[in-house]
């Protein structure tokens, strides 16, 4: 035997073993590039038509780190990218994803699965089953993609989106066009958003609309996030200029800003900024401004405060009566059964108005306190005095008592006035309508005889400790002095008679203007 024969014989073998080995090798990988190990195939066969590619077929099993995609076939490419067909199943820990073909790149760590004309690709995770037209798994972040969006569905729960990035190890989900959630409980619309499935948060970045399910609860927004949990979040606008501002509503009750936020904590105060408003689901009365808080009081009710800004006062608009109520200051303090308001306060209801430093209205007992230089317009009468109280039924007056310092006056023209004025003084009305007032302590009255051709050439002055006027449609019927009258008759010639304090103040035109305006935007609103 030539034993040098079968030496040269054996090591010619083994070195076109390490050839066809090297060879296989580059083919797998190039030098730096992560591996893609084939752990499992019936066969490998090449194909002389192309030189460039192996195919894998039969119970094919490829191994990428801890990742597994098994199939029927695949095709290797030379730059290291296996495409598998036919049952193409990805597991990645405690997710899989099926397709009937996934491309397997080991240099951008991808597999890409596509769904063909009978079935979609399908990614089953803790979140449930996802599925879609085409997957992109990054197996190196295992992040996600849905680049042609997908469908979602885990128990009563279902989502659709036009394109989305699951980032698993984050529990995360990036959701953009036409978002749509269905959740048992809530319902959420939105353009873009992001749903922490771990914290039940979501996080809003485009026009959203959610929903629960009992309807107590509503809210649209732009930017947000919001608790799913507790309720709470912030929501804003787009900014300060967008047509729709953020808004959640609560039972009936709708609060409106460009920013505001819901604290999980009901001791923590609810805060709103830019452009605030507070209305009620049948648009029958609202409040808005500049800030707002809801503060939650020492007896458990809520307090709500809404300021004014630089450019506006905060308001008030109610509208349940015949005639509408609107109430302006630069604050607003609003309880269950009572409101108050401070400073630079005006009202305006049907024909009456008023203006005052501080306000306190006590709904309980239908009283309005009205402190600091109070005037009030009533059938184009003009009543002042130190303060004054309302007493209201059915909405309507039923009982004026000013105190201190009190008088009252009706301006006939630029020349003179009907006067009335003493220490204290009480309106009584009749179906709203001015009926009688009786003064007293300190009363004086100068009446002029408002039929007459020239009203102001002669008047009636008159004194007593109190006394008691008729009306009748705004005009005195009757004049009736109590305790020591004096009264004369006498020409006004020269200087017409003024008594002490009596001087005319009109409403102020700008505030008649901002209630006009304000009025025709709540109808047109309506």
């Keep these: 035997m030539n034993f040098q024969s079968v030496l040269e014989f054996c090591l010619k073998s083994m070195l076109c073993f390490c050839f066809v080995m090297l060879d296989f090798a580059a083919w797998a990988q190039d030098e730096g590039q992560t591996r893609i190990d084939i752990l499992q195939a019936d066969a490998i066969l090449r194909d002389q038509s192309q030189p460039d590619v192996q195919r894998l077929i039969g119970a094919v099993v490829l191994g990428f780190g801890e990742a597994r995609l098994s199939c029927d076939s695949a095709l290797r490419f030379k730059d290291g990218r296996f495409r598998a067909m036919g049952s193409a199943q990805l597991k990645d820990g405690n997710r899989i994803v099926w397709a009937e073909s996934m491309l397997l790149n080991p240099v951008e760590e991808t597999a890409i699965a596509e769904s063909n004309e009978n079935s979609n690709v399908r990614l089953q995770s803790d979140m449930g089953e996802i599925r879609s037209d085409q997957v992109e798994y990054d197996l190196d972040t295992k992040w996600v993609r849905f680049p042609l969006g997908g469908n979602m569905k885990e128990g009563e729960r279902t989502v659709t989106f036009n394109r989305g990035l699951f980032k698993v190890d984050e529990s995360l989900l990036q959701l953009g066009g036409e978002v749509h959630i269905q959740d048992g409980d809530w319902t959420v619309d939105s353009d ?5 499935e771990g914290d039940n948060r979501l996080f809003f970045y485009g026009a959203s609309h959610v929903i629960e399910e009992a309807g107590s609860l509503e809210l649209r927004c732009y930017f947000g996030e919001f608790d799913q949990f507790t309720e709470s979040g912030w929501f804003a606008s787009k900014d300060s200029s967008a047509l729709q501002t953020a808004r959640v509503r609560q ?10 936020e819901i604290p999980s904590d009901s001791l923590q105060p609810l805060m709103a900024n830019g452009r605030v408003e507070i209305r009620d689901t049948s648009n029958v009365w609202k409040v808005w401004g ?4 809801r503060r939650e009081a020492a007896q458990g009710d809520f307090v709500v405060t809404v300021h004014g800004g630089l450019m506006q006062q905060a308001r008030y608009l109610d509208a349940s009566s015949v005639d509408t109520l609107w109430l302006v200051s630069d604050t607003i303090e609003i309880q269950t059964d009572w409101s108050r308001l401070w400073p630079e306060v005006h009202l305006i209801q049907g024909q009456a108005a008023a203006e005052c430093e501080e306000l306190l209205w006590d709904a309980s007992s239908d009283r309005i306190e009205l402190i600091g230089n109070p005037l009030t317009w009533l059938e184009g009468w003009l009543l002042k005095a130190d303060s004054m109280t309302w007493q209201l039924a059915d909405n309507q007056p039923e009982k004026l008592t000013a105190r201190g310092h009190s008088g009252l006056m009706f301006d006939i023209d630029s020349t003179c006035m009907q006067q009335i004025s003493g220490r204290n003084l ?3 009305f009749a179906e709203g309508e001015l009926n009688f007032v009786e003064v007293k302590g300190n009363a004086e009255t100068v009446y002029f005889d408002s039929e007459k051709p020239d009203p102001c050439e002669a008047y009636n002055k008159s004194v007593s400790s109190s006394m008691r006027i008729d009306f009748e449609a705004g005009e005195i019927q009757d004049i009736v002095l109590l305790q020591k009258p004096e009264g004369v008759w006498s020409s006004a010639e020269g ?3 003024q008594l002490a304090g ?4 009109s409403l102020p035109e700008v505030i008649k203007k901002a209630y006009e305006r304000d009025l025709t935007d709540f109808r047109k609103a309506n």
């Design 495 to 497: 200087e017409v008679p």
């Design 192 to 196: 873009s958003l992001h749903w922490d």
């Design 502 to 505: 009596m001087s005319w103040f």
């Design 251 to 260: 039972d009936d009750v709708w609060l409106e800003a460009d920013w505001l």
């Design 290 to 293: 500049d800030q707002a808080t």
């Design 426 to 428: 009480e309106a009584f």
